[in-house]
């Protein structure tokens, strides 16, 4: 995004559209809107446009912020959880803001100097129109749970300026396979409240504690989850008349 932004000039004079799409998509807590911060941070050329998923409420809103996009080019779009404005699958039911979304991404208007910079959870909810449509969203990053290698990284860098007894970072490390780096940040959040009480010092005792006590709520939202998805639809009663 940052490079596309430098040279819109010679993508222009190329005949290339200047408008580009990204979408980051992924599970919760995989670093998708520290990635957006970022991103935020390093484009000092240009005007940033920040969309939370309660900017967006009545029909005219996303026309209104494209167009001020346009004018205010080189412009970076961020919107945050777009399944909340594009998750309804037109083959089950109709959007009230999907297509007024569809048409500012790719229309009649030109989005000269523009880049939307997107994130959900939930891909899969989005519908084909954006998932699947260069001009829209041109390109797709993935971010899944940290491997063995970053979630030792991510442990290390929060346990950094914690004071601590020897630990087996290796075995913690294997242990929390799946988990992502919101979680990994939580657990050292547990030991540092933990080892409030018992010199400020986080000793293997506290991790393992820790790890325990998050884990089972992780494992409770889990059954949670899977609960609700077992669930039909309408589960109310039927009456008869």
Known sequence: AINFLERLDDYKE???????????????????????????????????IYVSRNAITDRGQIDEIYSLARKLAPSLVVV????????????????????????????????????????????????????????????????????????????????????????????????????SGAYLRELVNICIMLSADKEKIITQEILEQAFKELGEMRDAVAKERGRQRKEPDDTSTPFYG
């Open 14 to 48: 190329l005949g290339m559209r200047t408008s580009r799409g990204v979408l980051l998509l992924g599970p919760p807590g995989t670093g998708k809107t520290l990635c957006c911060s970022i991103l935020m941070n390093l484009c000092k050329n240009c005007s940033i």
């Open 80 to 179: 945050e959880d777009i399944d909340t404005l594009g998750g309804i699958d037109r083959e089950t039911g109709d959007h009230p803001l999907l297509g007024e979304f569809l048409n500012c991404l790719a229309g009649v208007e030109k989005n000269e100097g523009v880049i939307t910079l997107a994130t959900t959870n939930y891909a899969n909810h989005l519908d084909w129109a954006l998932a699947d449509r260069p001009g829209r969203f041109d390109i797709r990053v993935n971010f899944d749970h940290p491997d063995l290698a970053a979630r030792a990284l991510i442990l290390e860098k929060y346990l950094d300026k914690c004071r601590t007894g020897a630990l087996d970072l290796k075995s913690m490390v294997k242990k929390t396979d799946g988990w």
